[in-house]
């Protein structure tokens, strides 16, 4: 395929499929790892990629009125934990002339999603409250399908269609002609009375029987995570307030030693992820089992964030409450940083708005108020920004630097909870050494999962179609012995 098509390909894209190789997973998954499907599929994605400049769409090349009103946007998540892409199909009107332009507002929004949550999979809701026949727009709907189908691997979990009307039955049939038998049976067909079993209230606008209050608007850019004016540090309850002495020297303590442990594990933890890094070429190299699973960190221009992308928290028979975030700061500036959350009633930061010095690492504790527990819907933000060497650190120094920089200049990290149900959870943990980690990973038993969840799924779909094939063979059997039957009546007929 590259060698007859390279010129039709980004450069960007196969450089990357020759590094990521969950990518390539995920192209197998989606085609049920027929090699010869995969490849087909990926080239055709690829060219479709560079036909539609995927790797450099931003806001500035797209016309601004697309995002304005609100047709297409991400925001909340379904009761499995993924991410809701919503089409208002209401906004959605036929002009051959805004066509392209909004199939590269899809394609945008899908780019975005895919590199700032690494390609966790998507549920699409389309909303067809207040639709009628002049909203029907076929072509767009087949785009916005073979995204999913064709060019977008193991990227859709369900589609849940909201209040279709009867008018768009026939047009739905025939969509359903391009579905493939996989995403045929993710159309969840729904109304007022059943779309909570596939989305809480939470996430659902008021003409849809929920409670969130959410109102789209543009700009800024929809960041649904954090819409609204959070409280950065949990907010402070009665039981904070009386919290005992001696919890606090625990806290301070149990840090304390931390810190200490981390400092003189700080040189092992540096040689282990270069080890990680150098595993490909050097085999004879001697590394802690999964060590790069558990210390995984994110390498951002500011800092570098330990772990990269989830916070494992246990659950309400595990007990655990706390976990630990570790700040580096690369460059040779004070970096300020900020932490936020989705769900600050449950959550408290220590600290969420201070500083880290030119080469030096920072602890982050973040806790579990009594009483709450974890979810997989909530998410942290971590923003940092560099301050000139002559501005102070102090509380009114930050209140006025965060007022004062640019968004431009501000690193923005997300973190996603994770909730376990073993007591010793493969993550940095404020009650557990970072080297005693289980030979399994959270992350490699989730993979596992999926793939067995793949492979149930398609046999499955075989004995279905053997089930139909055999219902058909009974009934088409009937239907010969009732013809034959009649025959040899009308022949006994004839005779007498």
């Known amino acids: 395929y590259f060698l007859d098509k390279s010129d039709k390909y980004d450069s960007r894209d196969v450089e990357r499929l ?29 060219q479709w990629r560079k036909e539609y400049t995927v790797n450099d769409l931003s806001e500035s090349v797209l016309p601004k009125w697309l995002f304005e009103i609100g047709a297409l946007f991400l925001h909340g998540y379904d009761k499995e934990g993924y991410k809701l892409f919503w089409f208002k199909v209401k906004h959605h009107t036929r002009d051959p002339k805004q066509q392209l332009d909004k199939k590269k507002l899809v394609a945008f929004w899908l780019e975005h999603y895919a590199k700032r949550d690494h390609g966790k999979p998507l549920t699409v809701v389309f909303d067809m409250a207040e639709t009628g026949i002049s909203h029907i727009d076929l072509d767009f709907v087949r785009f916005i399908v ?9 990227f859709l979990t369900k589609i849940v269609i909201f209040e279709m009307p009867w008018i ?15 995403a045929i049976s993710m159309l969840k067909f729904t109304n007022k009375s059943d779309v909570q079993e596939y989305i809480s209230g939470e996430y ?26 959070l409280c950065e540090n949990g907010p402070i309850t009665s039981e904070d307030e009386h919290e005992s002495k001696e919890e606090i020297d625990a806290d301070t303590k149990e840090a ?35 060590a790069k699973k558990a210390l995984t960190t994110f390498k951002g221009p500011l800092l570098h964030i330990s772990p990269a992308e989830e916070l494992y928290f246990g659950s309400k028979e595990t007990g655990e409450k706390k976990c630990l ?13 900020k932490v936020r959350t989705t769900a600050p009633e449950k959550y408290r930061v220590k600290p969420s708005n201070s500083s880290c010095e030119p080469g030096t ?8 108020h009594g009483g709450f527990a974890a979810s997989l819907q909530d998410r942290f933000l971590i923003m940092a920004a560099e301050m000139d060497q002559s501005s102070g650190a102090g509380v009114p120094e930050l209140t006025q630097f965060w007022k004062e920089v640019p968004r431009t200049k501000v690193m923005e990290h997300r973190l996603r909870c994770h909730v376990i ?63 034959a039957a009649f025959c040899f009546y009308l022949a006994y007929a004839q005779r007498s």
């Not at 995920?26 to 990926?42: A, E, S």
């Not at 073979?146 to 193991?154: E, L, Q, R, S, V």
């Open 256 to 290: 304390g030693e931390l810190n200490e442990a981390q400092n003189l594990n700080q040189k092992k933890m540096n040689s282990i992820e270069q080890i990680s890094k150098s595993e490909e070429t050097d085999k004879t190299e001697v590394k802690p089992k999964n």
């Open 18 to 46: 020759q590094q990521d190789d969950k990518w390539v997973e995920n192209y197998l998954i989606w085609r049920h790892d027929v090699v010869d499907d995969t490849l087909k599929m990926i080239d055709e994605s690829f």
């Open 146 to 154: 073979n995204c999913f189908t064709d060019y977008y691997p193991n």
């Open 361 to 368: 690492s920072l602890d982050i504790i973040v806790s579990l």
């Open 421 to 483: 149900e073993s007591s010793k959870p493969s993550s940095l943990t404020l009650k557990d050494n970072a080297f005693n980690i289980p030979a399994k990973t959270n992350e490699d038993l989730h993979i596992q999962l999926t793939h067995l969840l793949q492979i149930n799924k398609r046999l499955e779909e075989q004995m279905s179609r053997c089930l139909w094939f055999q219902q058909l063979s009974v009934v088409l059997s009937l239907l010969s012995v009732t013809v």
């Open 168 to 182: 768009m039955n026939a047009a739905f049939k025939i969509v359903k002609g391009w579905l493939g038998p996989d």
């Open 325 to 337: 975030i570790v700040l580096t700061n690369v460059t040779k500036n004070v970096v300020a940083f």
């Open 204 to 229: 659902l606008p008021p003409h849809m029987g929920g409670t969130d209050s959410f109102k789209y608007s543009y700009p800024p850019l929809v960041d649904d995570d954090f819409q609204t004016p």
